[in-house]
């Protein structure tokens, strides 16, 4: 058995849907289910699969963008100072950059400033607004901010500035006194696709001031709106997908140096590595600091000015990664050696100099470990207040339960999965004991165990080079529109072998009786000391193509595997057996039915579990067989106890007598026949003449001594052998050391010397008999 950490959700398409997706559509099962896991009706599937420019809806439906452009265009007839007001994060600094060109190119008089994390905080602040006011600014623009920044903007209108917000973020009870608000839900639902991202709505700003679709700004609109994590659905998708290919085919400086500083093929860019390549690091600028450096990146127009500004974010990227790396090997620290941090149904860890920047980052880390609501705080030891940042699962809406604790947390803000707070230090433990106890009165065990949701089972037969090609043609994924995830279910192990310097990965062959598909799983070279050939497998993950020497293949990633099959591992006569059993899990049920088996075992195994007149401890699904019993039934009434998932047959056996085998009743009667021509026969002394006359070894001959001894046929006084001539006529068979000697002989043939499949239907038979009792 291998028992996932998750529990697989797999979703049942609609076997008639997807028939019918196939007929209009003229696309495989494959590419069927996954559009009928997302859509509900054919015109749906269309749209995703036929993504073109009716997506993009004309900017003047925004409320407001008339208004804007009619301000904006005054400013530029005036000659009116402009001042871009952007974000730190990806979605600010390319917002910011898609309005400097747009303003740039229409000959405006613009600079830009884009506020410090740690000095000024999010969104609009006084003090940069008076030096804007102090520099002459006339109209300011904000982007991907300021639809909560009140009364800065109430300070910029005071001082006679005007200014234009454009947000998309949620709007509070209170809009700010702007001149003119562009914002996709504002007022709700007049605009056909509420969800654009702060690049979004710049990007629609500046098609309205050009007065056409503004192609060479997708590029920006397409980084901002991935990296911002916005539903890839409706006008979002057409902007990312547009987007994808004008940078696969841009002469952009900056797009041939972040591609360089990234390690990545400009023709191969698509949604994954915008994700987990560009985004993090333009994130990482203003995440470290000064997040200007990223504007003046994607503006440069000079190749070297682009590589030393890829250099800059490739460094902050890398310092970004060693601050999450120790802070979160502190944070867990904590929570496995604090009783009360690890106890607590919401984690909260918190510690004076842990950089602010990246808290958010470590509690992602931290939810992902241990499942459960993560909050972790960064300590101003010079003001005593904690800055911190949460993530939640699914059943703790994280703002909410926050709100609950606005006594002693003065500032936060977020939504279910996420928010931002600060609290004085002193209240830091009390948080943790309430939120504690509001989960225990909401978070039940189901909703604490992870969920690996799969919207695409698949048949081996299903899959082919053209199937996959096709699914791709399905991109870009992302939220709202997530990657597909497949599962293969009930498939049998061909081959498999670990793979890479350290084998930490492990390479499969799959098969049923509908195909054989390649199976790689990183990371997982582990799978192979617990995957036996024969038995059922499910595996979970990603379908993609090997190309090799202009070759390609299917083959499928691995990100789960799991069966409920149970599994025998046959370790039996293997060298070096103290080595081999490294590879059996510490948390299995080490058995020994012989006192002599602990002598041998002792040293190197922590913990091993004498079986002696059934009496048994707790005993693990996971059951090590260390050597044989004596008698069948001890091994059949341990299963019956067990119930074992997986049997690890070791079955030391240092005296095999199985090539040994029984003498048989010719060499009992030549053997007795010889002691009674002579007045005695000393054992010790003629031994190997006994074995030479009698054709048998020493320790046959021994054991027939014994026999006959138990049997009274013989007498032994100090090592002389004598017949006993007033013996009763008896069966060997009624020998105890005959009986032993047959019993043990047939424990090895069954178990011993018995071929795999032999050995595992006698254990299958046994499990399914218990299993039903």
């Known amino acids: 058995m291998i028992q996932s950490s998750k529990k697989w959700k797999i979703q049942k398409p609609d076997e008639s849907f997807v028939g019918q997706l196939r007929k209009e559509l003229n696309i495989t099962s494959l590419t069927a289910k996954i559009l009928a896991s997302r859509v509900k009706t054919i015109e749906e599937a269309k749209n995703i699969f036929y993504m073109d420019d009716r997506h993009l809806h004309n900017p003047f439906l925004l409320a407001g963008m008339k208004e804007a452009v009619e301000r904006i265009e005054l400013a530029l007839d005036r000659g009116e100072k402009i001042l871009i007001y952007g974000d730190y994060d990806a979605d600010g600094i390319t917002s910011t950059t898609i309005m400097l060109n747009v303003l740039l190119d229409l000959g405006a008089d613009v600079e830009y400033e884009i506020p410090n994390r740690f000095t000024h905080g999010y969104g609009p602040h006084e003090e940069l607004f008076r030096k804007a006011h102090e520099n002459g600014i006339q109209l300011i623009i904000t982007v991907d901010n300021g639809i909560s920044g009140i009364e800065p903007i109430r300070l910029a209108k005071e001082l006679g500035m005007d200014v234009i917000v454009t947000d998309h973020h949620e709007p509070g009870d209170e809009l700010p006194p702007a001149d003119v608000i562009v914002h996709p839900r504002i007022p709700e639902g007049h605009y056909p696709f509420g969800e654009l991202a702060g690049v979004g709505v710049a990007f629609k700003l500046a098609h309205a001031l050009y007065g056409e679709e503004p192609d060479h700004l997708y590029e920006y609109a397409a980084i901002g709106t991935i990296a911002d994590l916005v539903p890839l659905t409706g006008e979002n998708r057409y902007i990312a997908k547009k987007g994808i290919e004008q940078i696969r085919k841009s002469n952009s400086p900056w797009v041939k140096a972040l591609c360089e500083a990234s390690g990545v093929k400009q023709q191969e860019i698509d949604e994954e590595i915008i994700g987990f390549y560009f985004g993090p690091r333009l994130n990482a600028i203003g995440r470290l600091g000064d997040a200007k450096p990223g504007v003046e990146f994607l503006m440069s127009g000079d190749l070297e000015f682009a590589l030393?500004?890829?250099?800059?974010?490739?460094?902050?990227?890398?310092?970004?990664?060693?601050?999450?790396?120790?802070?979160?090997?502190?944070?867990?620290?904590?929570?496995?050696?604090?009783?009360?941090?690890?106890?607590?149904?919401?984690?909260?860890?918190?510690?004076?100099?842990?950089?602010?920047?990246?808290?958010?980052?470590?509690?992602?880390?931290?939810?992902?470990?241990?499942?459960?609501?993560?909050?972790?705080?960064?300590?101003?030891?010079?003001?005593?207040?904690?800055?911190?940042?949460?993530?939640?699962?699914?059943?703790?809406?994280?703002?909410?339960?926050?709100?609950?604790?606005?006594?002693?947390?003065?500032?936060?803000?977020?939504?279910?999965?996420?928010?931002?707070?600060?609290?004085?230090?002193?209240?830091?433990?009390?948080?943790?004991?309430?939120?504690?106890?509001?989960?225990?009165?909401?978070?039940?065990?189901?909703?604490?165990?992870?969920?690996?949701?799969?919207?695409?089972?698949?048949?081996?037969?299903?899959?082919?080079?053209?199937?996959?090609?096709?699914?791709?043609?399905?991109?870009?994924?992302?939220?709202?529109?997530?990657?597909?995830?497949?599962a293969i279910q009930q498939v049998s192990v061909r081959s498999m072998r670990k793979i890479g310097a350290n084998e930490d990965h492990i390479k499969m062959e799959l098969e049923n009786e509908y195909g054989i598909l390649d199976a790689v799983g990183f990371n997982k070279g582990f799978l192979y000391n617990e995957i036996t050939y024969g038995v059922k497998i499910s595996i979970a993950g990603d379908l993609q193509i090997n190309e090799w020497q202009g070759r390609k293949k299917p083959q499928f990633f691995i990100l789960d595997v799991q069966t409920s099959e149970?599994?025998?591992?046959?370790?039996?006569?293997?060298?070096?057996?103290?080595?081999?059993?490294?590879?059996?899990?510490?948390?299995?049920?080490?058995?020994?039915?012989?006192?002599?088996?602990?002598?041998?075992?002792?040293?190197?195994?922590?913990?091993?579990?004498?079986?002696?007149?059934?009496?048994?401890?707790?005993?693990?699904?996971?059951?090590?067989?260390?050597?044989?019993?004596?008698?069948?039934?001890?091994?059949?009434?341990?299963?019956?106890?067990?119930?074992?998932?997986?049997?690890?047959?070791?079955?030391?056996?240092?005296?095999?007598?199985?090539?040994?085998?029984?003498?048989?009743?010719?060499?009992?009667?030549?053997?007795?026949?010889?002691?009674?021509?002579?007045?005695?026969?000393?054992?010790?002394?003629?031994?190997?003449?006994?074995?030479?006359?009698?054709?048998?070894?020493?320790?046959?001959?021994?054991?027939?001594?014994?026999?006959?001894?138990?049997?009274?046929?013989?007498?032994?006084?100090?090592?002389?052998?004598?017949?006993?001539?007033?013996?009763e006529k008896r069966s060997l068979t009624e020998a105890a050391s005959y009986q032993l000697r047959k019993q043990q002989i047939e424990l090895e043939q069954q178990f011993l010397y018995s071929t795999y499949s032999e050995l595992k239907q006698w254990f299958n038979e046994r499990i399914k008999e218990f299993s039903y009792s």
């Open 308 to 486: 030393q500004g890829a250099k800059l974010l490739n460094q902050k990227n890398n310092e970004r990664k060693e601050y999450v790396a120790s802070i979160t090997e502190e944070a867990i620290g904590m929570i496995e050696n604090d009783p009360r941090i690890g106890n607590s149904l919401v984690l909260v860890v918190a510690k004076e100099g842990w950089h602010a920047g990246v808290i958010g980052i470590v509690a992602s880390r931290l939810v992902e470990k241990y499942y459960k609501p993560a909050i972790v705080f960064s300590i101003d030891p010079e003001t005593g207040l904690a800055k911190g940042s949460g993530r939640s699962i699914e059943g703790f809406h994280l703002y909410n339960e926050l709100a609950k604790n606005r006594d002693i947390l003065p500032h936060f803000g977020g939504h279910p999965m996420a928010a931002g707070m600060t609290l004085s230090r002193e209240h830091i433990d009390e948080l943790r004991e309430r939120l504690h106890r509001q989960a225990s009165q909401c978070l039940t065990e189901e909703l604490l165990t992870p969920k690996l949701y799969i919207d695409v089972p698949v048949d081996l037969g299903e899959v082919s080079v053209e199937a996959i090609e096709e699914v791709q043609s399905l991109k870009p994924f992302g939220i709202g529109f997530e990657k597909p995830l497949f």
């Open 566 to 727: 149970w599994q025998l591992f046959d370790y039996r006569g293997k060298a070096n057996v103290p080595n081999l059993l490294n590879n059996i899990p510490m948390e299995s049920s080490f058995v020994a039915f012989r006192k002599e088996t602990l002598q041998y075992f002792g040293e190197f195994l922590p913990s091993i579990q004498l079986i002696e007149d059934e009496m048994y401890g707790s005993l693990s699904p996971f059951l090590v067989l260390l050597d044989l019993p004596k008698r069948v039934q001890e091994m059949e009434k341990l299963i019956e106890t067990a119930r074992p998932k997986r049997i690890y047959a070791v079955f030391y056996t240092p005296n095999s007598l199985f090539f040994n085998g029984m003498p048989t009743r010719k060499h009992f009667v030549h053997y007795y026949t010889l002691i009674k021509s002579r007045p005695f026969i000393n054992l010790n002394e003629h031994l190997r003449h006994l074995s030479k006359h009698l054709g048998l070894n020493a320790e046959a001959i021994k054991f027939m001594t014994k026999v006959f001894f138990e049997l009274g046929f013989v007498t032994i006084e100090n090592g002389l052998i004598k017949v006993n001539q007033f013996a």
